[in-house]
C-alpha cells in the first residue's frame, strides 16, 4: 500500500498495517500485546462453555458452538462450514473437512455433544448448516469471534478469547494428557507434524520426574 504524505511516497505493506487514519498507518498489536498465551485451559474452556449458555438469546447454541470447537480443535471456518450431513447422531460421528490443504478425518462424538446437537436439531428444524443465525444462514466468521469475546467477559477471563485459542486449546489439552503426538496430528488435520509439535513442547508432563520431592 502506498501513502502520499506531501511530495514524499510511503509504501507499506499491507499486512502490516490495519487501517490508515490522518495519512498515518495504524499497526495492528501483537497477540502478545493482548494476552500472555494463545491457548485456554480445560477450566477456562469450560467457564466459557457455561458464561456462553447463560448470555444472549442462543445460549445453547453457543455453549454446543464452543464446545464442538474446543473437542474437535476446529478452525472458526471450519465449525461456521459445518453441515448436518457431516453428522451421524445414531453412531455418535462427525465427518471434520479440514482446511488450509488438512486431512480430513472421522472423529466420535462424546455422549453430551450428542445430546447437545440432538437439542440444537430440535431448536433450529430444517436447518442446512450446524450453527446458523436468525436468518437461518450459516454464523459468519465475525459472529464467532463476537459470542466468543461476550462469552469471555461474561466468565471475567483475564483476557479477549478468540476462536483460534480454541483450536490451540484442543492441541495442549490432547498432549498434556499424553497422547501419541502422531495421532494430535492426525486429529487436528496437520499436514506437517511441526505444527503438531508446538503442543507437546508446551506439555508440562516432560518436566514431571525432573525432581523428586
Known amino acids: 500500500m502506498m501513502v502520499s504524505k506531501g511530495s514524499v511516497i510511503l509504501q507499506f505493506p499491507v499486512r502490516n498495517r490495519s487501517k490508515i487514519a490522518g495519512g498515518k498507518v495504524l499497526r495492528r498489536r501483537?497477540?502478545?500485546?493482548?494476552?500472555?498465551?494463545?491457548?485456554?485451559?480445560?477450566?477456562?474452556?469450560?467457564?466459557?462453555?457455561?458464561?456462553?449458555?447463560?448470555v444472549g438469546r442462543h445460549g445453547s447454541r453457543d455453549a454446543t458452538l464452543i464446545q464442538l470447537a474446543y473437542r474437535h480443535g476446529l478452525r472458526v471456518s471450519e465449525l461456521i462450514n459445518i453441515h448436518w450431513d457431516?453428522?451421524?447422531?445414531?453412531l455418535g460421528l462427525i465427518h471434520v473437512n479440514r482446511l488450509k490443504h488438512g486431512s480430513p478425518s472421522v472423529h466420535p462424538l462424546g455422549e453430551a455433544e450428542v445430546r447437545?446437537?440432538?437439542g440444537l436439531q430440535c431448536d433450529y428444524p430444517g436447518l442446512r448448516f450446524v450453527f446458523s443465525s436468525e436468518r437461518k444462514a450459516a454464523l459468519t466468521a465475525d459472529a464467532v469471534r463476537k459470542i466468543l469475546a461476550r462469552a469471555g467477559r461474561e466468565a471475567n477471563?483475564?483476557?479477549?478469547?478468540?476462536?483460534?485459542?480454541?483450536?490451540?486449546?484442543?492441541?495442549?489439552?490432547?498432549?498434556?494428557?499424553?497422547?501419541?503426538?502422531?495421532a494430535i496430528q492426525h486429529y487436528?488435520?496437520?499436514?506437517?507434524?511441526?505444527?503438531?509439535?508446538?503442543?507437546?513442547h508446551l506439555s508440562p508432563e516432560r518436566f514431571k520426574n525432573f525432581w523428586k520431592d
Open 86 to 90: 457431516q453428522v451421524d447422531l445414531q
Open 116 to 118: 447437545a446437537l440432538c
Open 30 to 54: 501483537k497477540n502478545s500485546e493482548y494476552r500472555s498465551r494463545e491457548y485456554l485451559t480445560e477450566q477456562e474452556v469450560s467457564q466459557l462453555t457455561d458464561a456462553a449458555r447463560r
Open 188 to 200: 487436528l488435520g496437520h499436514r506437517n507434524i511441526q505444527h503438531t509439535v508446538r503442543y507437546t
Open 157 to 182: 477471563l483475564p483476557f479477549t478469547v478468540h476462536p483460534h485459542m480454541l483450536r490451540h486449546a484442543c492441541g495442549y489439552k490432547l498432549a498434556q494428557d499424553g497422547q501419541d503426538t502422531r
